[in-house]
């Protein structure tokens, strides 16, 4: 497939602006080098963080990751996050259901992530190669918390991967691709070969070779 023709779907969490700016500067470049890419970004960020560095990016509001609640711009709201976390976790398994049934309807030929476990977990359901984008993961951001309160324990596992825990079990234990890898695994269900994240002759590298916890 040439590259002008792929279609490709961004999934990016809409916690903060960061990770939306980091999306909108690799939109700007990709668009710079293929003229001719189709690009879909789906989250819960301001559409105009991604349309200002790329006009032609078709935006679409959706409900795909939470990060953590806050009462201000310096204050978490933990009991907050915890109980908006679970009740993402209860119904995970409808939102993999609508996110594949998006990816469908929209022929996608890559899902890239920034980094909600959903749209991966939504990628293998929908046999489309995915690749993740980011310097940390939120596993890491739980951790302390889930060793304070063993409720952050299943919230933290679907973010790992991890099947430990009947939570994550039911959730379909979404993979979370190593925040220093690029390289995608297609469904075995699919039918689609496995590959790499980016079309023939284009660059596939890791843009951080070690990741830094925060």
Known sequence: MLAGSLRIVFHVSGHGFGHAARIGALLAA?????????????????????????????????????????????DLDLPASLAAHEAFLAGFEGAVAREARALEALRADLVVGDIPPLCFAA???AGVPAAAIANFGWDWILEPWAAEEPRWGSPRAMRTGSCSSPSAARAGCAQRPPATTSRATSSPASGRRRRGCAP???PCRSPHRSATRI
Not at 33 to 57: K, N, Q, Y
Request: aromatic share 6%; proline share 10%; with cysteine.
């Open 200 to 202: 023939p002759g284009w």
């Open 30 to 74: 990709l668009r710079a080098r293929e003229p001719g890419l189709e690009i879909h970004v789906r989250s819960p960020a301001p559409a105009w963080l991604f349309t200002e560095r790329d006009p032609a990016a078709r935006v679409c509001a959706a409900a795909i990751d939470l990060g953590v609640l806050q009462r201000n711009g310096l």
């Open 123 to 125: 990628a293998g359901r």
